[in-house]
C-alpha cells in the first residue's frame, strides 16, 4: 500500500522457531532515510480478532471504525506517525488479529474478520477471549509467562527494525494504550535499544490497584509469578532512567485509582532525579478518559521528535 506520506508493506517473521509473527512496515516519505522508528503497540481491550488492523491501514470492520472513534479520535496511530516522518513497526500480539486461536474452543478452522456480521465476531470474539486465560495459565504451567511472550515478541521488533536500511537504529521509540503501554512498559524496563517511549493509560500501583479494580484492569495475562512482590508497575518506567520516558495517565481514566497515578508518578520521578536524569521523565495527567485521542497523540509526538529527531 502506497500513499503520498509513506509506502505500508505487510510484513511477517519468526521471533521464535514455532512462533511467525505478522505485521506491517511503514516506510515514511518526504524525510531523509535513514529515518526514526518507532514500534506502535495496539491495545488489549476492543475487538480480538484484530490487533495491527486496529492501529493500521483503512477500517477492516465497522467495530475498528467504531473503536478508534472511542480511543483514538478516529485515527490510525500508525499511519499516523508513518505520515510525521517515522517508520514503523506494528504487530499483532499474541492470541490477537491473525494470531487468534483458529480450530478450537468452538472456533472454526477458517474465518476471516473483516468478512464477519456484528452477531458472529461478538460470538468468536468471546470464544477467543475465553480461550486467552486458558492460554495464560498454560503459558504458565510450561514455565512461561504471557509476559514474556509478548516482551519477546516486541523485543524481536527492535531486531527488525535494525534489520532495515530505513531505519536509524539509534533512534527508536515505543509508544501504545492500555495493553499497549503495559507492553511499552516492558520494553522501557527491558529493552536498551529503545531511547523514547510514550506509555499511555497503564500507569498505577499495585497496592491501590488491588483494593480499586483489579480484573477490569491489571488480571492474570499481567502478572509475573513470583515478581510482582518485589517489582511494582511503575518500577518498569524507572529501570529505563536515563532514557526518554513520557507517561500519560487520564485523570478520567476510570480502570485506575487516582492514588495509584499520583503515587506511580511520584515514584518515577524519584527515581529519575535519583538517576541524575530529571528532564527525562514526564508524567502527562490530562482531564481525560482512557484514550490516546488526539491531543494526547501530539503530546507524544512532541515527545518523540524532541529525543529522537532533535539535532538531527
Not at 480461550?131 to 503459558?139: C, H, K, N, T
Not at 516492558?186 to 483494593?211: F, N, Y
Request: charged residues 20%.
Amino acid at each position: 500500500m502506497e500513499s503520498d506520506e509513506f509506502i505500508r508493506e505487510t510484513i511477517e517473521f519468526n521471533t521464535t522457531p514455532w512462533f511467525r509473527v505478522p505485521g506491517y512496515f511503514y516506510i515514511p516519505k518526504n524525510v531523509p532515510l535513514p529515518a526514526p522508528a518507532l514500534l506502535v503497540l495496539h491495545e488489549w481491550g476492543g475487538p480480538m480478532l484484530f490487533g495491527a488492523d486496529r492501529v493500521s491501514g483503512a477500517a477492516v470492520h465497522p467495530v475498528v471504525t467504531k473503536h478508534r472513534a472511542a480511543y483514538t479520535s478516529g485515527r490510525a496511530l500508525a499511519d499516523w506517525y508513518a505520515s510525521k516522518g517515522y517508520a514503523v513497526i506494528v504487530i499483532d500480539a499474541y492470541h490477537f488479529g491473525r494470531r487468534a486461536p483458529r480450530g478450537l474452543g468452538g472456533l472454526p478452522q477458517d474465518y476471516d474478520p473483516a468478512t464477519l456480521d456484528d452477531a458472529t465476531l461478538a460470538k468468536y470474539d468471546d470464544l477467543a477471549r475465553g480461550a486467552l486465560y486458558l492460554g495464560v495459565r498454560e503459558l504458565n504451567w510450561a514455565g512461561t509467562t504471557w509476559a514474556g511472550v509478548n516482551f519477546g515478541d516486541d523485543s524481536r521488533c527492535v531486531d527488525y527494525l535494525l534489520s532495515r536500511k530505513e531505519v536509524d537504529g539509534t533512534r527508536i521509540g515505543c509508544t501504545g494504550l492500555s495493553g499497549g503501554g503495559w507492553r511499552t512498559n516492558m520494553i522501557a524496563a527491558l529493552e536498551p535499544r529503545v531511547k523514547a517511549v510514550v506509555s499511555v493509560g497503564w500507569m498505577t500501583t499495585g497496592d491501590t490497584q488491588q483494593a480499586y479494580n483489579l480484573a477490569g484492569a491489571i488480571g492474570t495475562f499481567c502478572l509475573l509469578p513470583g515478581v510482582w512482590n518485589r517489582l511494582d508497575v511503575p518500577d518498569l518506567i524507572a529501570m529505563a532512567a536515563p532514557r526518554a520516558c513520557m507517561v500519560v495517565s487520564g485523570t478520567e481514566d476510570l480502570l485506575f485509582p487516582p492514588l495509584g497515578q499520583k503515587e506511580a508518578a511520584r515514584q518515577i520521578a524519584e527515581a529519575f532525579n535519583w538517576a541524575g536524569s530529571p528532564k527525562l521523565f514526564r508524567n502527562y495527567a490530562p482531564p481525560k478518559p482512557h484514550c490516546y485521542d488526539q491531543e494526547i497523540q501530539e503530546e507524544a509526538l512532541a515527545w518523540f521528535n524532541k529525543h529522537l529527531k532533535a539535532g538531527k
